[in-house]
């Protein structure tokens, strides 16, 4: 069931009520009507009535056969004549892109103008109820309403369904050396994160433990603190960390790796910055930044640091040494 929204509506009693039915019936058939705001919730449950003719209640609801598909004006003079609206006319694409588009899209309505090749924003494109939900709509109040609706949901992807599915389709998962999992927010640079930990450290490291990294949502997503701590970097506060910290315990060495998006190299600056706080740490640092492409890589070229690496992940098994007398590996103060 919907929570719905704080009403600051001077509609009558019955009009609201009916409203506020209607949208906790969306919610059931899967909507998400929760993530809407109160007037969206209203203008969708209304939209929703209008093509089933419902004034007063649902036992208004007629055979499927027997309803007659509505324009979207139709739906704006029906909205102001029974739900004491004062819609424009001239509103009829706000009917259309905002209070039935979330309707359309779970297969509630229909847009009967669709298959006819009608231009997108028609006003003569008619929309109407589907008749599989007429039929459960009909059993709303009796005893067989619960089991009719569980049953819909069993055998039909709602839209809240959908568009989870859609978002998490867009994830980025990050699976550590140890097998351990993580799920990031979308973005260039969580995908970068990705191809360090999974391309870069297992290409040119023989074993290799993640102490650090964090989600652009959230920054301390994986954090070893214990180790951390051993190893010294107690110092550091969270805005001072690298994007990612590792540990290679075979050659005792410490990769400090920016993950460059929009900004923020092993500039001079930075390397000077780490190498103050962790000067305890002696030649053990590596100082390596990353990027999605050359032409990202291009872009920050002129900014970063002597003495440390550079990793193109779109040419994964190369690597860039600015100076020194060897290839990976610290650098001697």
Same mark, same amino acid.
């Given at each position: 069931?919907?929570?719905?929204?704080?009403?600051?509506?001077?509609?009558?009693?019955?009009?609201?009520?009916?409203?506020?039915?209607?949208?906790?019936?969306?919610?059931?058939?899967?909507?998400?009507?929760?993530? @809407?705001? #109160?007037?969206?919730?209203? #203008?969708?449950?209304?939209?929703?009535?209008?093509?089933?003719?419902?004034?007063? /209640?649902?036992?208004?609801?007629?055979?499927?056969?027997?309803?007659?598909?509505?324009?979207?004006?139709?739906?704006?003079?029906? +909205?102001?004549?029974?739900?004491?609206?004062?819609?424009?006319?001239?509103?009829?694409?706000?009917?259309?892109?905002?209070?039935?588009?979330?309707?359309?899209?779970?297969?509630?309505?229909?847009?009967?103008?669709?298959?006819?090749?009608?231009?997108?924003?028609?006003?003569?494109?008619?929309?109407?109820?589907?008749?599989?939900?007429?039929?459960?709509?009909?059993?709303?109040?009796?005893? $067989?309403?619960? +089991?009719?609706?569980?049953?819909?949901?069993?055998?039909?992807?709602?839209?809240?369904?959908?568009?989870?599915?859609?978002?998490?389709?867009?994830?980025? @998962?990050?699976?550590?050396?140890?097998?351990? $999992?993580?799920?990031?927010?979308?973005?260039?640079?969580?995908?970068?994160? $990705?191809?360090?930990?999974?391309?870069?450290?297992?290409?040119?490291?023989?074993?290799?433990?993640?102490?650090?990294?964090?989600?652009?949502?959230?920054?301390?997503?994986?954090?070893?603190?214990?180790?951390?701590?051993?190893?010294?970097?107690?110092?550091?506060?969270? /805005?001072? +960390?690298?994007?990612?910290?590792?540990?290679?315990?075979?050659?005792?060495?410490?990769?400090?790796?920016?993950?460059?998006?929009?900004?923020?190299?092993?500039?001079?600056?930075?390397?000077?910055?780490?190498?103050?706080?962790?000067?305890?740490?002696?030649?053990?640092?590596?100082?390596?930044?990353?990027?999605?492409?050359?032409?990202?890589?291009? @872009?920050?070229?002129?900014?970063?640091?002597?003495?440390?690496?550079?990793?193109?992940?779109?040419?994964?098994?190369?690597?860039?040494?600015?100076?020194?007398?060897?290839?990976?590996?610290?650098?001697?103060?």
């Amino acid at each position: 069931m919907a929570k719905i929204k704080r009403n600051t509506s001077t509609k009558p009693s019955q009009v609201q009520n009916l409203i506020d039915v209607t949208i906790n019936i969306l919610s059931d058939l899967g909507i998400p009507m929760e993530k @809407e705001t #109160r007037r969206r919730q209203e #203008r969708t449950a209304m939209a929703f009535l209008a093509l089933g003719n419902i004034k007063k /209640d649902f036992s208004e609801l007629p055979q499927p056969n027997k309803l007659t598909p509505l324009r979207t004006r139709e739906i704006i003079s029906f +909205l102001n004549e029974n739900f004491s609206e004062n819609i424009s006319s001239g509103s009829y694409d706000d009917i259309r892109r905002k209070d039935l588009k979330p309707l359309v899209l779970a297969g509630i309505v229909e847009n009967m103008g669709a298959s006819k090749g009608f231009a997108t924003n028609d006003p003569t494109r008619r929309y109407s109820i589907n008749a599989e939900i007429i039929s459960l709509l009909k059993s709303y109040k009796s005893k $067989k309403w619960k +089991l009719l609706l569980i049953e819909f949901r069993n055998t039909h992807i709602s839209l809240r369904e959908a568009i989870e599915r859609k978002r998490d389709l867009h994830k980025i @998962e990050i699976i550590l050396p140890e097998g351990i $999992k993580y799920i990031l927010s979308s973005g260039e640079h969580n995908k970068l994160q $990705k191809a360090i930990i999974e391309d870069f450290l297992p290409r040119f490291t023989k074993k290799c433990e993640i102490l650090y990294f964090g989600d652009t949502s959230k920054k301390n997503l994986h954090k070893d603190s214990k180790k951390l701590e051993k190893l010294g970097f107690f110092e550091l506060a969270h /805005d001072e +960390l690298p994007d990612i910290v590792a540990y290679d315990p075979i050659n005792k060495w410490i990769f400090l790796i920016e993950a460059v998006h929009s900004s923020g190299p092993m500039s001079e600056f930075r390397v000077l910055e780490l190498k103050q706080k962790l000067k305890h740490l002696g030649d053990s640092l590596i100082f390596v930044t990353a990027f999605l492409n050359k032409q990202k890589y291009l @872009e920050y070229v002129g900014d970063i640091a002597w003495e440390t690496e550079v990793w193109i992940s779109d040419t994964p098994d190369h690597m860039i040494h600015f100076n020194g007398n060897k290839f990976l590996g610290p650098y001697k103060s």
